[in-house]
């Protein structure tokens, strides 16, 4: 019988619900509780697969396929578990699925409404998640008082009382500001949101309290009774010097006790013990590299959350700080590679769509590829490698990706109609294809070559298994005639072309796959490691 803790969010978004969520999993996860965890999102879109980077940030891709917010990704990285489909969802596939059973007749003749059909809709879905868990945190996006949370707000609620339900527990993240002037901290915010709760029918049993400055234990106690909450359930959360702290934190105020109690767990001691040597390893590490990031969504760095947390998960690994230094591909564009580049001891080109940025990424390639700087290219940034590769060595003018140039006489990445995907299923891709739906996406198993950059990163393995996210794909007419110039092809996946290293390079590998995806604090990325201590050889 699975066990809920709900997470909301009240005063302001970006309190930091999702690391709080996460934390909470981790102390759980590690006391040996199987834990699952859950993301509502309560916006229309049916995925975040559409979405801007530059508006919501990364959006993770599961083992299976699925787009989701980049939360689940801080949950993968905290609990170190591949989450599936089911840990995210939205209104849009709430309202979806709901509308496609009345249209198959499935509510026999009644009127479809938000309560009950909306409501047991998500409770439904709420419990699927919680299947085979002894816990489930779910964290409901957006802040208290949201027309569209309210659906969500109920959904908890009713379930308090559900028969199949044998424990809730509801923790509230707020804010609690601080006015300069009058040298105070402010708790008003903080009992106004608990007072909407209320309205709703939802009494939290903790506050977690994000404040830049710490609280008295007197403040504490006047919150509690404030917010009708016990005395030991307050817990502040400070800024932390890294997110990976933030469990650390909660433990040394006893979070999990509360929660134990209530939810009759039995006596519970989480074994943080590794998780603290690697917290330290980032606060105060030994050795230094800097990674120069090319990229073009700089003005939201969220946007490469999973990779900017796979490299401080290797620096914890090999007691580094890697320090990023964020190269806008336009700027390189203008400025050239070596007046942007020449202070890193390696260089990363990550991911992205579409055309902007294109030829300064390829500028990076071209000098990291010279000057034998250690290089990453993911996704699109191993794409490049080959256009770079053709023009400059094959002297293949004009090669590009059908992505940027239709007519290029030499398409060195272009669009194969169909692929297997997870299922073994044939998936059509074309032009015509609406957005969304023609990616090939998560994971797939990759045929690593003998002696190897790859095969090396990966101890060895000659199958290893990483998760997709592109259209594209590297056009395999050319493969000879790289591989006779000294590209070659060192990672094969159902005969795609999946990794390409450059033999007289002391460590230069592109990726088709997303490496970042899997990387956890405990378990960081092989390929993501390989690259960090490539980057320290290289000083
Ligand atoms: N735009 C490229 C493609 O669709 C690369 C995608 C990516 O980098 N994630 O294939």
Redesign the pocket.
């Known amino acids: 019988m699975t066990k809920y803790i709900f997470v909301t969010g009240g005063v302001l978004s970006s309190l930091g619900k999702g690391i709080t969520a996460a934390s909470v999993g981790t102390l759980l996860k590690h006391s040996g509780k199987k834990v699952g965890m859950l993301k509502i999102d309560p916006y229309i879109n049916v995925d975040s697969g559409t979405m801007s980077p530059l508006e919501h940030g990364e959006v993770f891709v599961t083992t299976d396929g699925a787009e989701t917010d980049l939360d689940i990704g801080n949950y993968e990285r905290f609990l170190d578990t591949s989450f599936l489909k089911s840990s995210n969802f939205t209104t849009g596939q709430v309202y979806s699925s709901v509308i496609e059973r009345e249209r198959a007749g499935g509510y026999l003749g009644q009127t479809i409404q938000v309560v009950p059909h909306i409501v047991g809709e998500i409770v439904n879905r709420i419990k699927l998640a919680g299947k085979d868990h002894d816990i489930l945190i779910v964290e409901l996006g957006g802040t208290v008082g949201d027309i569209e949370g309210l659906p969500f707000m109920e959904a908890i609620r009713q379930m308090k009382h559900d028969d199949d339900v044998v424990g809730t527990f509801f923790i509230h993240v707020t804010l609690i500001p601080y006015i300069k002037a009058a040298g105070e901290l402010k708790s008003k915010p903080t009992q106004h949101s608990v007072q909407e709760l209320r309205r709703i029918g939802i009494t939290p049993q903790m506050i977690i309290a994000r404040s830049e400055n710490a609280l008295p234990k007197t403040f504490k106690k006047k919150l509690a009774m404030s917010c009708d909450v016990n005395s030991d359930s307050v817990i502040e959360a400070l800024d932390a010097k890294t997110i990976y702290d933030v469990p650390m934190s909660f433990l040394r105020q006893n979070i999990l006790d509360p929660i134990a109690k209530d939810l009759k767990l039995g006596e519970i001691t989480p074994d943080m013990e590794e998780w603290d040597i690697l917290v330290k390893k980032i606060v105060s590490p030994k050795n230094k590299v800097i990674v120069g990031f090319v990229g073009k969504y700089l003005e939201l760095k969220e946007a490469y959350k999973s990779l900017t947390e796979s490299l401080i998960h290797s620096g914890a690994h090999l007691d580094t700080q890697v320090e990023i230094n964020w190269v806008d591909s336009e700027e390189l564009e203008e400025r050239g590679a070596e007046a942007l580049l020449s202070d890193c001891d390696s260089v990363l080109v ?5 055309n902007r940025g294109i030829e300064g990424k390829i500028k990076a390639i071209e000098y990291a590829r010279i000057n034998k700087v250690p290089y990453l290219g ?4 191993m ?1 490049l490698t080959l256009v770079e590769y053709a023009r400059n060595v094959l002297d293949l003018e004009g090669a590009n ?1 059908i ?1 940027f140039d239709k007519e290029t006489p030499h398409p060195m ?1 272009y669009l194969i109609d169909n692929f297997l995907d997870q299922s073994g299923d044939t998936q059509i891709r074309t032009h015509k294809s609406p957005m969304g739906g023609t ?2 996406l998560g994971e797939y198993p990759c045929d690593t070559k003998k002696d190897s950059i790859l095969r090396e990163a990966y101890n060895g393995a000659k199958t290893i298994h990483e998760r ?6 590297a056009n395999p007419t050319y493969r000879k005639q790289l591989e006779d110039a000294g590209m070659v092809v060192t990672g094969e996946s159902h005969g795609l072309i999946e990794t390409v290293e450059i033999t007289d390079h002391p460590w230069f590998l592109g990726v ?1 796959f ?1 490496p970042e995806f899997t990387s956890r604090l405990q378990t960081p990325s092989p390929s993501i490691l390989a690259f960090v201590k490539a980057s320290l050889n290289a000083e």
């Open positions: 990550a991911g992205g769509f579409g993911i996704c699109l940034g794409q990706s992505e990445v990616m090939r997709h996210r592109h259209r594209y794909e088709q997303h």
